[in-house]
């Protein structure tokens, strides 16, 4: 009988490190989950939201892995951003924090905001003018606009004002191994604009943001168990990060 109830307990601890090596592995290797604690990124992305950030899509760098351990030397299997790309990243002035935004500026590329418009190598980039966004709250719309990239790729950015601080920068030359990156919402987004954050290096990139698992809103306390199937946002579910 003790034998048997020793065995039990030995497969139990050996299923239990399997489930975890897995676990740890697909983490690590494949897919990381994330959530969206600022509106920087709205409306591609909302307080709230829960994705899948792809680790494979760049390749590995020491940030890949737990505790970003200094096991990889500069990054493996690189495979380079495309220009809108939605990514996670460690910020670089502490290599901790993690950031997401959109990829908008590659190595060698001129980037500048004049009058809330992106240029890249002197060129504006297109944007055109659709319906307003309107919070969950309520409040008064704000100014939505189709932004096209210049490889074609689409994506909306709200923008309030075109005469914010951010809406007027000095031209900035990114690096060689380095991306440019900028939030979807405009005038409320610390991104490569600010000295805090600036260009990307290519080894802090964690992974490219794919789907959506999951999303609610504030309406609900974590005790008012009543509410939540009211707060989930069902239409979000499992959508893909454009």
Same mark, same amino acid.
């Given at each position: 009988?003790?034998?048997?109830?020793?065995g039990?307990?030995?497969?139990?601890?050996?299923?239990?490190?399997?489930?975890?090596?897995?676990?740890?592995?697909?983490?690590?290797?494949?897919y990381?989950?994330?959530?969206?604690?600022s509106?920087?990124?709205?409306?591609?992305?909302?307080?709230? =939201?829960?994705?899948?950030?792809?680790?494979?899509?760049?390749?590995?760098?020491?940030?890949?892995?737990?505790?970003?351990?200094?096991?990889? !030397?500069g990054?493996i299997?690189?495979?380079?951003?495309e220009?809108?790309?939605?990514?996670?990243?460690?910020?670089?002035? $502490?290599?901790?924090?993690?950031?997401?935004?959109?990829?908008?500026?590659? !190595?060698? $590329?001129?980037?500048?905001?004049?009058?809330?418009?992106?240029?890249?190598?002197?060129?504006p980039?297109?944007?055109?003018?659709i319906? =307003?966004?309107?919070?969950?709250d309520?409040?008064r719309?704000?100014?939505?606009?189709?932004?096209?990239l210049?490889?074609?790729?689409?994506?909306?950015?709200?923008?309030?004002?075109?005469?914010?601080?951010?809406?007027?920068? !000095?031209?900035?030359?990114? !690096?060689? $191994?380095?991306?440019?990156?900028?939030?979807?919402?405009? =005038?409320?987004?610390r991104?490569?604009?600010?000295?805090?954050?600036?260009?990307?290096?290519?080894?802090?990139?964690?992974?490219?943001?794919?789907?959506?698992?999951?999303?609610?809103?504030?309406?609900?306390?974590? &005790?008012?168990?009543?509410? &939540?199937?009211?707060?989930?946002r069902?239409?979000?579910?499992l =959508?893909?990060i454009?």
């Open positions: 009988m003790a034998d048997r109830k020793s039990g307990y030995g497969e139990l601890i050996r299923t239990v490190v399997i489930a975890c090596a897995i676990a740890l592995g697909i983490r690590t290797f494949l990381e989950p994330f959530n969206i604690p509106g920087s990124m709205k409306p591609t992305l909302l307080v709230g =939201d829960y994705l899948f950030v792809s680790k494979l899509s760049y390749g590995y760098s020491r940030y890949s892995l737990p505790l970003s351990l200094p096991l990889i !030397p990054r299997l690189f495979s380079p951003p220009r809108g790309d939605v990514v996670v990243f460690k910020l670089p002035s $502490d290599n901790s924090t993690d950031y997401i935004k959109r990829i908008v500026g590659l !190595p060698g $590329d001129r980037i500048q905001v004049r009058g809330g418009i992106l240029h890249i190598n002197g060129e980039v297109k944007r055109r003018r319906e =307003d966004f309107s919070s969950e309520g409040g719309g704000i100014p939505q606009f189709i932004e096209t210049p490889n074609g790729r689409e994506h909306r950015i709200l923008e309030t004002s075109d005469f914010q601080s951010a809406d007027n920068t !000095p031209e900035f030359l990114v !690096p060689a $191994d380095h991306y440019f990156a900028m939030g979807d919402n405009r =005038d409320n987004s991104d490569s604009r600010f000295y805090e954050v600036g260009p990307i290096p290519a080894v802090n990139l964690v992974g490219r943001a794919e789907i959506l698992f999951f999303s609610h809103n504030d309406s609900a306390a974590l &005790w008012e168990v009543w509410k &939540w199937p009211f707060a989930i069902y239409g979000r579910l =959508d893909g454009e």
